[in-house]
């Protein structure tokens, strides 16, 4: 499948690598939910929107503490927060794009007439 896709955008996220590199590097992208319970079956739609939801929580949760850790003076490496926080601005960006496109799927269908 060709595009940005969820398992796509976590690779981007986790590993910094772009979609080319993602392609050229022909490794296949771990699904580390169904290694843990033996699952080998794709997961449901509403699985990857809950684990993609839940990545982009986390990534704001973890700026929020290291800007935290900043503001107070428990740490004083400022480009380490920046970029955290920029990832979790990425991540907050890519989930609203994610969503806005589902929604215009959702209402495209809606439109259908049968």
Do not use: C, W
């Not at 060709?2 to 590199?21: H, M, P, V, W, Y």
């Not at 939910?33 to 704001?60: C, H, I, P, R």
């Amino acid at each position: 499948m060709d595009g940005l896709t969820i398992s796509n955008s976590d690779a981007l996220l986790e590993r910094g690598q772009t979609l080319k590199e993602i392609r050229n590097s022909n490794i296949a992208i771990p699904n580390p939910k169904a290694e843990a319970t033996g699952q080998t079956g794709a997961k449901s739609f509403a699985d990857t929107l809950k684990d993609a939801v839940q990545s982009v929580n986390t990534a704001q949760k973890e700026a929020d503490v290291k800007a935290q850790q900043l503001a107070t003076g428990k740490t004083h490496d400022i480009a380490d927060v920046m970029i955290t926080t920029e990832k979790a601005d990425i991540a907050l960006k890519l989930m609203m794009s994610v969503r806005n496109k589902i929604i215009e799927a959702y209402q495209e269908i809606m439109k259908m007439q049968v």
